[in-house]
Nanobody, 124 residues
Framework: QVQLVESGGGLVQAGGSLRLSCAASGRSFSAMGWFRQAPGKEREFVASIKWSGGTTYYADFVKGRFTISRDNAKNTVYLQMNSLNPEDTAVYYC???????????????????WGQGTQVTVSS
């Protein structure tokens, strides 16, 4: 049974940092991604990383501020978020893909497995 367990969300002031973690279990994956959903908005892509090789891809609005990484031994993916601003407030979801060959893994349709989400709130 596939499980994705997220942690690390919380409340932070603008300009601050948070690190999200996603522990994956149940099978091997081709890639992992982070998405977020703000109230009244659609879920949007944030970042992805391929398990093999570690290639990363980011949404334009987080480039230079967020970093996605993985720990193969722990089967865990991280999202380090720096220079947070109130527009980053959202529920952040970890997702796992079991298909190979995609370029960026930036589409929700490429991820059949999802975590429960963790709230990130950035105050001004």
């Amino acid at each position: 049974q596939v499980q994705l367990v997220e942690s690390g969300g919380g409340l932070v002031q603008a300009g601050g940092s948070l690190r999200l973690s996603c522990a994956a279990s149940g099978r091997s994956f081709s890639a992992m991604g982070w998405f977020r959903q703000a109230p009244g908005k659609e879920r949007e892509f944030v970042a992805s990383i391929k398990w093999s090789g570690g290639t990363t891809y980011y949404a334009d609005f987080v480039k230079g501020r967020f970093t996605i990484s993985r720990d193969n031994a722990k089967n865990t993916v991280y999202l380090q978020m720096n220079s947070l601003n109130p527009e980053d407030t959202a529920v952040y979801y970890c997702a796992a893909s079991n298909t190979w060959g995609h370029s960026y893994y930036s589409s929700r349709n490429e991820y059949p497995y999802w975590g429960q989400g963790t709230q990130v709130t950035v105050s001004s």
